[in-house]
Nanobody, 121 residues
Framework: QVQLVESGGGLVQAGGSLRLSCAAS????????MGWFRQAPGKEREFVAA????????FYADSVKGRFTVSRDNARNTVFLQMSSLKPEDTAVYYC??????????????WGQGTQVTVSS
């Protein structure tokens, strides 16, 4: 089993920044990508960003390109999401995930409990 615990969410004004962290523990998942999805009230969970095992490849949703940066530290089993120039439409629960990787939720095997990000206008 793998446990994922997110942290770093909170309330921020539009234009501000937040850094999310996700610490993984349990079974080692060598070769697995790590990703971030988000879900706003009344909406489906959507892809935000992902990073390959070695960190050499990153992927972003069009809505966050140029504003969000995903990174990982395999020595600490942690993935980060640096969010800048935040907009009210970024408000959602952000979930950390790990698995083979992709843009769809069914391409990941393990999920965290989520952390709330609220951007006020």
């Amino acid at each position: 089993q793998v446990q994922l615990v997110e942290s770093g969410g909170g309330l921020v004004q539009a234009g501000g920044s937040l850094r999310l962290s996700c610490a993984a523990s349990g079974r080692t998942l060598t070769g697995y990508a790590m990703g971030w999805f988000r879900q706003a009230p009344g909406k489906e969970r959507e892809f935000v960003a992902a990073i390959s095992w070695g960190g050499g490849r990153t992927f972003y949703a069009d809505s966050v390109k140029g504003r969000f940066t995903v990174s990982r530290d395999n020595a600490r089993n942690t993935v980060f999401l640096q969010m800048s120039s935040l907009k009210p439409e970024d408000t959602a629960v952000y979930y950390c995930t790990t698995g083979p990787g992709g843009y769809e939720t069914n391409e990941y095997d393990y999920w965290g409990q989520g952390t709330q990000v609220t951007v006020s206008s």
